[in-house]
């Protein structure tokens, strides 16, 4: 059933969003029941169900000329760009310096010796770059 994903876009937007929000997919339940010929035309639909807080729900549903090939429901968060980035950007961050304390346990402390010995590693000739 990934027509569901990719075709949502295509369908009315039932939820407004105010400037610098985004909605996010956070869980999606399918149902497979048929299988369609490839080349024949799949029509998916999608209506808002529930509004609670920041989250959508929505009941999802598609069929072929035949016969109806899936069903399922999709959650959606509305959310904060900004803030979002911010928890991105940290979390990279967190990732970042797990990977330099790995790499480099006795750097643990100090950015400029990570990067000496990083530098190092890479110029030893042992590596073979």
Not at 81 to 89: A, I, K, S, T
Request: with cysteine; net charge positive.
């Amino acid at each position: 059933m990934r027509y569901f994903t990719p075709r949502r876009r295509a369908l009315p937007r039932a939820h407004a969003l105010a400037p610098g929000q985004q909605r996010l997919g956070t869980h999606l339940d399918l149902r497979h029941f048929a299988a369609t010929p490839v080349g024949m035309r799949v029509s998916a639909e999608a209506k808002l169900i529930r509004i609670e807080g920041r989250l959508l729900t929505f009941r999802v549903s598609a069929a072929d000329a035949i016969e109806p090939i899936g069903d399922g429901t999709h959650e959606r968060v509305v959310i904060t760009l900004e803030r979002f980035d911010q928890r991105v950007q940290k979390k990279a961050a967190q990732i970042h310096w797990q990977t330099v304390e790995k790499c480099f346990p006795s750097a643990k402390n100090s950015l400029r010796e990570a990067i000496s010995q990083r530098e190092t590693f890479f110029n030893s000739p042992e590596l073979g770059i």
